[in-house]
């Protein structure tokens, strides 16, 4: 059964992405600082923690939490994230993250980020399905969520692309980040990985 203690086996490896938790190094600490500082204008329309330009020390500080959170399996606000990286350049270019996790189901929910230089390539669709297959097929997850604000559609067509079903759409159920007002959130959901659309990931020594 699916636990905080359960092995995680890394990094998931994708024809062009590798996923793997972060590492507080000068590399990851400084291509995760740059992404953002590049990406502002478009993430702080979305993400509630990109309303504020980061320094060094927080990006910091945030990949300590990570790492931290990777060891206790803890269930914060930050969940447990997997850097995106592009294997040519092997550069960071975003960021994926299962939160809101219930143990007991099990049940995760997907949340993701990408470089704005980097988007429009298809590159966030593949990590979901790399990470989807990944959560059933290592992990034996039973459902799968990714929510989005209505307005923020780059984000709902990667549910779209790859099969998930719009359960519903929650009418007033959050405020909007980019305006504080009222706002629609659209649920996404998986409980099998049936009809993925096709792509080779491995992690440690399997593959799919």
């Known amino acids: 059964m699916l636990s905080p203690t359960t092995n995680f086996p890394m990094p998931i490896v994708t024809p062009r ?33 990109a309303k504020y330009y980061p320094s060094i020390p927080q990006v ?27 294997k040519e350049s092997n550069k960071f270019i975003g960021n994926i993250v299962m939160w809101n996790i219930i143990w007991d189901i099990p049940k995760f929910e997907f949340g993701y980020w990408l470089r704005t230089s980097q988007t429009k390539k298809g590159y966030i669709t593949e990590a979901v399905n790399a990470l989807t297959r990944y959560c059933f097929q290592q992990l034996g997850i039973k459902r799968i969520e990714i929510r989005c604000e209505k307005e923020n559609t780059r984000a709902w067509l990667v549910p779209k692309r790859l099969g998930f079903e719009l359960e519903g759409t929650l009418r007033n159920s959050t405020i909007a980040v980019s305006n504080g007002e009222l706002t629609d959130t659209m649920v996404f959901s998986r409980i099998d990985p049936e009809q993925l659309p096709k792509l080779e990931v491995k992690w440690v020594n399997k593959s799919t």
């Open 17 to 49: 992405l590798v996923l793997q938790p972060p590492n507080i190094s000068y590399n990851d600490v400084h291509e995760y600082f740059d992404a953002v500082m590049e990406s502002m204008n478009e993430i702080s329309l979305w993400l509630p923690w």
């Open 60 to 86: 910091e500080d945030y990949i300590r939490s990570c790492n931290s959170n990777w060891i206790t399996k803890d269930n914060n606000n930050i969940g447990l994230p997997l850097w995106i990286i592009e």
